[in-house]
Each structure stands twice: as C-alpha cells, then as structure tokens.
C-alpha cells in the first residue's frame, strides 16, 4: 500500500497503500466506484495512492457515501506512493491541477504542501470537535487551523514477527535492543527462517529501524522535537537519534538479512514474515491488512511490537496517526460543498466501517465518532495494547514539520554497506537543513 507514507513516510504513505504504508502504479483515473448508482448533479474527483488495500477502501467509501448522496458522484484518481507520489501531489497543487478531495500524509509532509496557501481550512466542521487530539495536532497549517479529516486508523512503527517461531524457539517479545539482537542470533542459529526481514526493493520500507526508534529517543531526551525544529540538536551528533541508523547497519554487518533484501518488496516481507521464512519486519502496522492476500489464513501467526530500545523501562510505541482527506483551494461552489460533505461521512461510524471493508483497522481510529470492529486482528490487539497502556508516543514528523525528503535512500545507503551509520546521519542531517531552510524555520 503505499500507505507509506514516507511516512513516512511520504513513503510510509506507501505503507498504508502498501504504510506501511508504508504503491507503484502510474497516476490515473479508475472512474466511480461501483454501485454509486446514477450519475449525481455534482461531481468531484478523490485522489489516492494506488495500494491496493487504499484502493479497497476508498471504494468502499465512495459507494456508501453515494448512497447516502445520490446528488454526488465521487470520481476515484490514484497515484503512487512514496516520494514519486509526493512529487505529483505538489506538482498538482502548484499546477492547480489537484483533485477536489486528495489523501496524504500529515505532519512534516503536509507541512510542506503549505496548507495555509493551498488547502481549505476544515476547523469550522461540525465534526472538527470530534478528532483525537493526536490527529488535530499533525494536521494543522502554520496559522493553526485544521486542513484536514482522517484518512483511516492510526499505526503502529515496530516489527511484525512471526508467533509460532517464536513460541518454538521460546523466545519473549524483546523490550531493549539488545535483547532483539540476542532473539535474532538464536534464530539464525535455528537456520529455519531469516532473522529480520529488509525489503529494499520498496526504498520507503528502509527507514522503518529510523522512523519506529522515536519513541526511544524522545524518552531519553523528551524535548528533542523542539530542540530538532530550532536546529540545536543533529542526528549524528546525538547518540540517542544516531541509534536508529546504527541499528540498519548491525543488522546487515552481523548477518542477520534476508539474502534478497536489497530487491525484495514490501509484500515480499510480510508473506516472509507470516509464512516464517522470516521471523521478524521492522515494519509499521498499517501494513498488516496485505497478509491475508499474500498468505491466506496467517494473520494469526503474526504479532507486532514495538521497536525496542536501550531501556525496558521506557519501551513504548511510536505511532502514525493516520493520514488526512484535503481539499484543495482550487475547489470551489458546489463542488466545495460536496467535497466538505464526502470528508464529514468519512468521520462517521458509517464511513469507518466502510474504510474498514477495504483496509482492516491496525489501530485506534482519529475520530471519536468510531469504535473499532470487534473481529480485529493481533496486530491491531498488540497495537490497541500500548495505547491502553499509555506507552505511544506519535513520531517525529507529527511533533516537528521537519522531515528529509531523503531519508529513505540514505537508509538504503546504509542497509546495503555503500556508508557507515555515521555518515547515513551526517547524510540526512544535510538533508533536514535543505528542507528547515525551505520552509524558513529559525536557527537553520
């Protein structure tokens, strides 16, 4: 999916098309969706990544809003994921060319589409007053108003890994990293499956062991994202940031890889990950939905959690909140009116359950409005865990505008030995300083 959104993702975005998610079909209309009946008096376009398990959903979606709206009719465009899907989401705002309800990431990667200039404020809904308060505070413009409402359930960052290897090793879920390394090593040494799964075929999915180590950072420095955002504190020069970079390179330095993990997708993982010819994918939850296509009746056999790190004292989540629905400033008249519209059935219980009939839940969804179904999978219970536990931190890019546009390539600079962690670092900090500077931010 791209729900990869890089992610996060841009490419995590990716992911979720796949976060997770984290996608890679050329822009292009797929039409209405089916069963949306006659043509209504209004008609508007919505565009999304092309993942399959998105493509589900905003189906899904569009045919019970139809329904309820037989004076609209919802047009279905789609785009890639990760930074290819980035770059057609900017060039369609400037061009003017954007449909007239787009998904995206937010956080950094809205922060870059610069809401306040582009997209049309959302504050003013009835349903505004409804969102988690995680949601509100990622989807916000530079003048604090809301551009957006939520684009399916909140993730998890961490690995997915495989339960009944694990109960035949009798391994524990680990809760510092060296404990992941020690599990890792027994697995290798059972020879039965690859320890940790890299697919570097998605470049998105490089920067999973970066992204998902957040929580561990900010619980060791709990003001990182403000000192990051003022551009007083670096990557390489923090131990505590650096880790997640030296992570991808111990995994590869000590043998620990799948032997296609420079070429392998993300699909490829997570049918490694559930039929255990892998044990464990540094992965973001989002991406769960994708198992039962590629290895039916398995989404059983595969647990998630969270990616560990020096401390088990700390060990927590770091977590996506989902991606946002916006409709562009080029969007006017009755078509504003029916975009509006489509984005507030979206927040319901009614929307929820649609978007669920494509893309099964991973996670809490952003609006208060909707529970989640009960027939979840274990993904989404480990993940439902840590935020009863209280133990989610959202990641970086949903605390500081800030994110690289680059990080996934350096990620796979490191994965595959052509720099050190050290210098995969110094790489994305020069990275980050471009994009502060782009985006005007002081002390950059």
Not at 103 to 132: F, H, I, R
Not at 373 to 392: E, I, L, M, N
Not at 423 to 435: F, H, N, S, T
Request: glycine share 10%; charged share 20%.
């Amino acid at each position: 999916m791209a729900v990869r959104r890089k992610w996060y993702l841009g490419a995590l975005t990716a992911a979720l098309a796949a976060p997770l998610a984290f996608s890679a079909c050329s822009a292009g209309s797929l039409g209405s969706a089916e069963g949306g009946g006659a043509q209504g008096a209004t008609s508007i376009t919505f565009l999304v990544d092309s993942g399959d398990q998105t493509v589900a959903s905003a189906n899904a979606i569009i045919k019970a809003f139809q329904a309820k709206n037989p004076d609209i009719t919802v047009k279905m465009d789609t785009r890639p994921g990760g930074s290819d899907g980035d770059n057609i989401v900017k060039t369609k705002l400037s061009t003017g060319d954007m449909a007239d309800v787009f998904a995206y990431n937010n956080g950094s990667l809205l922060q870059a589409l610069k809401p306040a200039q582009n997209l049309v404020p959302l504050d003013d809904q009835s349903w505004a007053g409804q969102l988690e308060q995680t949601f509100v505070d990622s989807t916000k413009g530079s003048d604090g108003k809301l551009y957006g409402g939520p684009w399916g359930s909140s993730f998890g960052g961490g690995v997915l890994y495989n339960i009944p290897l694990y109960k035949k090793l009798n391994l524990q879920v680990p809760k510092t990293w060296d404990e992941f390394i020690a599990n890792s090593k027994k697995i290798k040494d059972d020879g039965s499956a690859a320890p940790v799964e890299q697919t570097y075929g998605d470049s998105w999915t490089a920067q999973m062991l970066v992204l998902a180590d957040y929580h561990n950072v900010e619980a060791q420095i709990p003001d990182f994202a403000e000192q990051y955002t003022a551009g007083k504190i670096k990557f390489a020069t923090t131990p505590e940031a650096r880790a997640g970079f030296e992570h991808i390179q111990q995994v590869a330095d000590e043998g620990l890889l799948n032997k296609d993990f420079a070429s392998a997708k993300m699909t490829d993982g997570v049918k490694a990950v559930a039929t255990g010819t892998a044990a464990q994918y540094p992965q973001i939850g989002a991406v769960a939905p994708n198992i039962e296509t590629v290895a039916p009746g398995k989404s059983d056999d595969v647990g998630f959690f969270a990616l560990p790190g020096a401390d088990a004292s700390s060990n927590g989540m770091t977590v996506w909140p989902g991606s946002g629905m916006y409709i562009p400033k080029t969007t006017e008249g009755a078509k504003l009116d029916a975009a509006k519209k489509f984005i507030a059935f979206a927040t319901t219980q009614e929307g929820c359950d649609a978007y669920s009939q494509g893309s099964p839940p991973q996670g809490p969804f952003m609006s208060k409005a909707c529970k989640l179904p009960t027939d979840v999978s274990q993904v989404a219970k480990d993940t439902q865990a840590y935020f009863d536990a209280g133990k989610a931190t959202p990641a970086l890019e949903f605390k500081s505008p800030i994110k690289g546009p680059s990080l996934e390539q350096i990620c796979v600079q490191v994965g595959t030995g052509q720099v050190d962690a050290q210098k995969g670092a110094e790489l994305y900090d020069q990275d980050v300083k471009k994009q502060a500077q782009q985006l005007g931010l002081p002390g950059w």
